[in-house]
């Protein structure tokens, strides 16, 4: 039941231009940038801002520094993606986020932050990003802009105006069980993509909640069958980012035979039963010295395990980092707006296709990615803020959240189990990596009768103290936004009778000119539906037309 809410009340209530949800680097760049136009901002995080997250926890990512003044390094750096981007992406969009990122980069200087330095001191390192010290440093920047920090305060629906536009959000602060609600101008969603609780680094707090707000609003999807993104890891590691093996790590069967990774890997897990990895392909000392000091949290794992992994071998696991790490996600335009008016979106929550297509990001773009959309999205919210006045206290209001928001007595089906019947259905190798048609159907079907079962009276419970309401509540709707996205994966993914990037047929292994430059938009749920859009380059367009 939608509550006006005027009846609502709530321990903490702001008002705000613009309200940004999730606070990784992309939602840190959208309130920079909203702050920048002059807006007042309000950020929500489901954990605290500077430490959550995959960037946030991690050691250090690459990301694109690409200088502005060397048109051969641009070039060379738009043109190799875009093969592996399968025609589904716009060149334009390329030089657009490096541009971008690299003037972020630039900034952070500006602003004090200490970047690493070449051994002998003499220039920055801006390529390599220690994430938890960058956050860090953007906290603090944040806080410098005058923007509003809601730490460990996860937004559980959005605010609907009588227009239909996006106007705020409400949630709860999972440390102390208070309510909250902010009445925003516009919306930005950056809560990141879902890696459906495989277990890699930051993928706790990614459970598709942006996904499930947005579609409350009638936002919809695209590129959802780019999703198939699995990495190596170490056994019983969250560590799928291999850097610190690169070209120096060789994987075997687990009958001792040489094999490579990717399609050939998933292979010999599904058919010797394991692999393993070396990194036998170094015997210098210095090498292996420098690994260990840039890698530590990989070798940590390796010293806790008495392993040397330059000399013995140590079973891996292909490890699902799905939306985390892959291209498709809420669909948006030049502007990072949504169909919704009011509602944009950056980061790993939108479709990457712009500029990987149906391919992999790979760290170094997807970080500029987040980097750039986040930023772009911020300053279209804060605009569109100004464009449409500043009523955001005062216009009528209602909730948007359907699925999970309610309070119940008892329930029959819980959290847990709604989640796991999900990830029975998207973490394994023979199902959502090498996927098929009868595989997808019948997940599918699990997907549609649970959804049709159970969450129509699927609600949250009160429990005995404040905090634990506050994250059941927050289980309750995470439950619900991780099986709509693995309905419109698998929605998406079975329309797409081919093999193309991220997207594996074992029934249709070649790809097909029917999907050629063909983008598949998802939405809905209550019915879930799909449909063939031909791609367009608009930004290379819009640019081409400028210049005439």
Request: aromatic letters at 10%; hydrophobic letters at 40%; zero cysteines.
């Given at each position: 039941?939608?509550?006006?809410?005027?009846?609502?009340?709530?321990?903490?209530?702001?008002?705000?231009?613009?309200?940004?949800?999730?606070?990784?680097?992309?939602?840190?760049?959208?309130?920079?940038?909203?702050?920048?136009?002059?807006?007042?901002?309000?950020?929500?995080?489901?954990?605290?801002?500077?430490?959550?997250?995959?960037?946030?926890?991690?050691?250090?990512?690459?990301?694109?520094?690409?200088?502005?003044?060397?048109?051969?390094?641009?070039?060379?750096?738009?043109?190799?993606?875009?093969?592996?981007?399968?025609?589904?992406?716009?060149?334009?969009?390329?030089?657009?986020?490096?541009?971008?990122?690299?003037?972020?980069?630039?900034?952070?200087?500006?602003?004090?932050?200490?970047?690493?330095?070449?051994?002998?001191?003499?220039?920055?390192?801006?390529?390599?990003?220690?994430?938890?010290?960058?956050?860090?440093?953007?906290?603090?920047?944040?806080?410098?802009?005058?923007?509003?920090?809601?730490?460990?305060?996860?937004?559980?629906?959005?605010?609907?105006?009588?227009?239909?536009?996006?106007?705020?959000?409400?949630?709860?602060?999972?440390?102390?069980?208070?309510?909250?609600?902010?009445?925003?101008?516009?919306?930005?969603?950056?809560?990141?993509?879902?890696?459906?609780?495989?277990?890699?680094?930051?993928?706790?707090?990614?459970?598709?909640?942006?996904?499930?707000?947005?579609?409350?609003?009638?936002?919809?999807?695209?590129?959802?069958?780019?999703?198939?993104?699995?990495?190596?890891?170490?056994?019983?590691?969250?560590?799928?980012?291999?850097?610190?093996?690169?070209?120096?790590?060789?994987?075997?069967?687990?009958?001792?035979?040489?094999?490579?990774?990717?399609?050939?890997?998933?292979?010999?897990?599904?058919?010797?039963?394991?692999?393993?990895?070396?990194?036998?392909?170094?015997?210098?000392?210095?090498?292996?010295?420098?690994?260990?000091?840039?890698?530590?949290?990989?070798?940590?794992?390796?010293?806790?395990?008495?392993?040397?992994?330059?000399?013995?071998?140590?079973?891996?696991?292909?490890?699902l980092e799905g939306t985390m790490r892959a291209g498709g996600g809420i669909a948006i335009d030049d502007d990072l707006a949504t169909t919704v008016p009011g509602l944009f979106a950056g980061g790993d929550c939108t479709s990457r296709e712009k500029l990987t297509g149906g391919g992999p990001p790979g760290g170094g773009p997807a970080s500029a990615w987040a980097f750039a959309t986040g930023f772009f999205a911020g300053q279209s919210a804060a605009r569109f803020t100004?464009?449409?006045?500043?009523?955001?206290?005062?216009?009528?209001?209602?909730?948007?959240?359907?699925?999970?928001?309610?309070?119940?007595?008892?329930?029959?089906?819980?959290?847990?189990?709604?989640?796991?019947?999900?990830?029975?259905?998207?973490?394994?190798?023979?199902?959502?990596?090498?996927?098929?048609?009868?595989?997808?159907?019948?997940?599918?079907?699990?997907?549609?009768?649970?959804?049709?079962?159970?969450?129509?009276?699927?609600?949250?419970?009160?429990?005995?103290?404040?905090?634990?309401?506050?994250?059941?509540?927050?289980?309750?709707?995470?439950?619900?936004?991780?099986?709509?996205?693995?309905?419109?994966?698998?929605?998406?993914?079975?329309?797409?009778?081919?093999?193309?990037?991220?997207?594996?047929?074992?029934?249709?292994?070649?790809?097909?000119?029917?999907?050629?430059?063909?983008?598949?938009?998802?939405?809905?749920?209550?019915?879930?539906?799909?449909?063939?859009?031909?791609?367009?380059?608009?930004?290379?367009?819009?640019?081409?037309?400028?210049?005439?």
């Open positions: 039941m939608i509550i006006q809410s005027k009846t609502e009340q709530f321990d903490v209530e702001e008002t705000a231009d613009v309200l940004v949800i999730g606070g990784g680097p992309a939602g840190a760049w959208a309130a920079l940038a909203a702050a920048d136009e002059g807006a007042s901002v309000v950020i929500a995080e489901k954990g605290y801002v500077g430490t959550s997250g995959p960037f946030g926890v991690g050691a250090s990512t690459g990301i694109y520094y690409i200088m502005p003044d060397d048109q051969e390094q641009r070039d060379t750096i738009v043109d190799a993606r875009q093969p592996i981007a399968y025609g589904l992406s716009d060149p334009a969009w390329g030089y657009r986020v490096f541009d971008q990122s690299y003037a972020n980069l630039d900034a952070i200087a500006k602003w004090g932050y200490e970047w690493p330095r070449t051994p002998d001191g003499s220039k920055e390192h801006r390529g390599s990003l220690r994430g938890p010290t960058i956050m860090a440093f953007l906290r603090s920047i944040l806080v410098k802009h005058a923007v509003t920090i809601l730490d460990h305060s996860p937004a559980l629906e959005l605010l609907r105006s009588d227009e239909g536009a996006a106007a705020g959000a409400r949630g709860v602060n999972k440390q102390t069980g208070e309510t909250w609600q902010v009445r925003a101008g516009a919306v930005v969603i950056t809560t990141g993509g879902t890696a459906f609780l495989s277990g890699i680094l930051g993928d706790k707090t990614h459970t598709g909640d942006g996904y499930l707000m947005a579609a409350e609003l009638g936002a919809e999807f695209s590129g959802m069958e780019f999703t198939g993104q699995f990495h190596a890891a170490p056994a019983e590691t969250y560590l799928t980012r291999g850097a610190y093996r690169s070209g120096v790590g060789t994987y075997y069967d687990n009958n001792g035979n040489k094999t490579k990774e990717g399609r050939n890997m998933v292979n010999a897990v599904l058919e010797t039963g394991g692999a393993w990895d070396q990194l036998d392909r170094t015997d210098d000392p210095l090498t292996q010295d420098l690994i260990r000091r840039s890698h530590p949290i990989a070798f940590q794992y390796f010293e806790r395990k008495g392993i040397d992994p330059f000399k013995e071998r140590y079973p891996i696991s292909f490890v100004s464009n449409h006045g500043r009523q955001a206290a005062t216009r009528k209001v209602t909730a948007a959240g359907r699925f999970g928001v309610q309070q119940q007595a008892k329930r029959d089906v819980s959290a847990e189990d709604i989640i796991e019947i999900v990830r029975d259905e998207m973490l394994p190798l023979d199902k959502n990596y090498w996927r098929s048609g009868p595989g997808m159907t019948a997940s599918l079907a699990r997907f549609e009768s649970t959804w049709r079962d159970a969450i129509p009276g699927f609600g949250w419970v009160a429990q005995a103290t404040a905090k634990a309401t506050a994250r059941d509540r927050l289980r309750t709707r995470e439950a619900a936004a991780l099986l709509a996205a693995g309905r419109w994966i698998y929605a998406s993914a079975l329309e797409r009778t081919e093999s193309r990037g991220l997207h594996r047929r074992a029934d249709f292994p070649d790809s097909s000119r029917a999907f050629e430059g063909q983008h598949l938009i998802s939405g809905g749920l209550d019915n879930v539906w799909v449909r063939k859009v031909p791609h367009v380059n608009t930004l290379s367009d819009r640019l081409a037309l400028q210049a005439v």
